[in-house]
């Protein structure tokens, strides 16, 4: 299994490589041009062998990308086998059922290589602030409303760009400087990757990765089957339910089974597909479903192509998890944070201290304005904030913090800075966390008001407005999500719209599920979250039974 490596010898080669993810990371997050990337964190850098299986990944990114990339990759390599790869090459896509699931993401692969041989793959996803077509929403009917689709394409060849490639992508966008350089930072990641790798090998010796690849995984592979392993046999079942599209509700059916050192994931049963942006590409939907698992049986040990090898995610063919091209991807996320809460409220009856309740963050709620600044400059701007975190078996939940996605706020400054928007407020929003012995995370309140010399565009894509976060093992539902403009009007949660100088939008954000049965909370907690301002006197004795 370890290929000849000895343990400690081992751990610290893993090291190594770890950091060199993150110093590919570091590179992105320094030279890219969008707040997208800089300041909320919507990106991943990944090493891989050469045959496409990651070694190692970035300890900030976000997850999906990470377990993603290395799909992506294999498919690059069927369009461009390995004897063809040169030096300085970089092949990118954006294609959703080939990659992460939506256009916005652009997904970039360099060649690594050492003493003239291909030894492995640099690989990076970031979001880009713009890909053309309806900007990123919710409601189109076909992909191809959602903007530009770009296959397997030699973005640089042997060193050279592919000018005519790119001049063609950037007459497609809208704000082409921050997509340009968004890009380049993502080849500068490659490119540090690349030569901390060959760094390595000149170091340590080794002719390849190859050997040291294979003992990694598989010491990932076996702590995964460790882990299920120590679950005890048998089918668990959960249902979900979410706002979906109208007339379309969401409902998510999960039957997750254990046997032995395996685990199988079925979502038969889930909804079929709609013609709105909120299907979720099967390389999503098994992201999604693999790493909350991963979350709860496994979450030390660092993650690599082993860790979901003993994991098999099944969704049916057309359905809202698996749809057909070319259906509408666009806000894919909608459907895909789900699926942690389905899996989890599954597994709690026979893992109760390893999972946590449903999140008020899961899905995301987002809203974009694009449109002219002061200067009469194109901008186009996203307010990455979050609800609440589910409660856990030992705490309360994160206030205002994602999972399972890693999408970070970023500073209020900077979005000020690039946008013709304020903020007025952002705030904590009190009994929006859902009783419980562990109380659940709490939203925010964000208001923010439009101070362009004109009308701007608004595009919004959200959930939990009808179905909020629930509770697990007896802890209550979180508050539900709301979005108000400042004329009392109420937009479709899911829209594209309008929106006048002037006007404020009132983002009231989603709470977590409590865990445990509200009247188990300790006084003291109670107490504290009284005079703190999170819960209400009046929440203290509707939901706990108990005044402070």
Not at 33 to 58: C, H, K, P, Y
Not at 131 to 149: H, K, M, P, T
Not at 344 to 366: D, F, H, N, S, W
Request: proline letters at 6%; one cysteine or more; aromatic letters at 6%.
């Amino acid at each position: 299994m370890d290929e000849g490596f000895d343990a400690i010898t081992l751990e610290i080669y893993w090291s190594r490589l770890i950091s060199i993810a993150d110093e590919a990371a570091a590179a992105l997050l320094r030279t890219a041009f969008s707040t997208i990337v800089r300041e909320s964190n919507d990106f991943g850098t990944v090493l891989m062998d050469a045959n496409g299986d990651s070694i190692t990944e970035n300890t900030g990114g976000i997850a999906s990308f990470s377990c993603i990339l290395p799909r992506t990759t294999k498919h690059f390599l069927a369009k461009f086998p390995a004897e063809t790869w040169r030096p300085g090459d970089c092949v990118i896509t954006n294609d959703p059922w080939l990659a992460t699931g939506h256009l916005p993401d652009i997904t970039a692969v360099s060649p690594i290589f050492h003493q003239g041989r291909l030894v492995g793959f640099a690989g990076s996803i970031a979001h880009s602030p713009d890909v053309g077509g309806s900007l990123w929403s919710a409601d189109c009917r076909e992909v191809f409303e959602e903007g530009i689709r770009i296959p397997p394409t030699r973005l640089i060849r042997a060193g050279v760009r592919n000018q005519e490639i790119l001049d063609f992508f950037l007459a497609n966008v809208r704000v082409p400087d921050q997509v340009s350089g968004d890009l380049e930072a993502q080849i500068t990641a490659n490119e540090v990757c690349a030569a901390r790798v060959d760094e390595f090998l000149g170091d340590t010796g080794l002719a390849d990765l190859q050997g040291l690849s294979r003992a990694l995984q598989a010491r990932a592979d076996l702590a995964m089957r460790r882990a299920i392993a120590a679950v005890p046999d048998g089918t668990y079942r959960a249902t979900l339910d979410a706002d979906g599209f109208e007339p379309h509700t969401t409902h998510i059916v999960v039957a997750v089974t254990v046997a032995g050192e395996g685990m199988v994931i079925d979502f038969e049963g889930t909804s079929g597909q709609i013609d709105r942006g909120i299907n979720c590409v099967m390389n999503y939907t098994h992201a999604y479903s693999v790493y909350p698992v991963k979350c709860a049986l496994d979450p030390f040990t660092p993650r690599n192509e082993g860790s979901y090898r003993a994991i098999e995610v099944r969704a049916p063919e057309g359905s809202i998890l698996n749809p057909r091209f070319p259906a509408a991807v666009g806000s894919r996320q909608l459907t895909g944070h789900l699926l942690a809460g389905a899996i989890y409220k599954a597994l709690a009856a026979v893992i109760p201290r390893q999972v946590i309740a449903e999140c008020g963050g899961a899905p995301t709620m987002r809203c974009l304005f694009s449109g002219q600044d002061q200067h009469g400059d194109r901008f186009s701007q996203v307010l990455f904030a979050s609800g609440g975190m589910g409660a856990s078996p030992h705490r309360d939940g994160l206030a205002t913090t994602a999972f399972p996605t890693n999408a970070g706020a970023g500073s209020i400054e900077a979005f000020e800075n690039c946008a013709p928007l304020v903020v007025w407020s952002k705030q904590l929003r009190p009994d929006s966390g859902g009783a419980g012995q562990f109380r659940g995370g709490m939203g925010q309140e964000a208001i923010i008001e439009v101070r362009s010399p004109g009308p701007l565009r608004l595009s919004l894509i959200s959930d939990r407005r009808d179905h909020p976060a629930q509770g697990v093992l007896g802890g209550l539902p979180g508050a539900a999500a709301e979005i108000v403009m400042s004329d009392g009007t109420r937009p479709h949660p899911k829209s594209r719209t309008t929106i006048e100088p002037g006007m404020k939008l009132h983002m009231r954000y989603a709470g977590g599920g409590g865990y445990g049965p509200p009247e188990a909370r300790d006084p003291a907690q109670l107490a504290a979250d009284v005079k703190d301002g999170y819960v209400s006197a009046a929440a203290a004795l509707n939901l706990y039974g108990k005044g402070r």
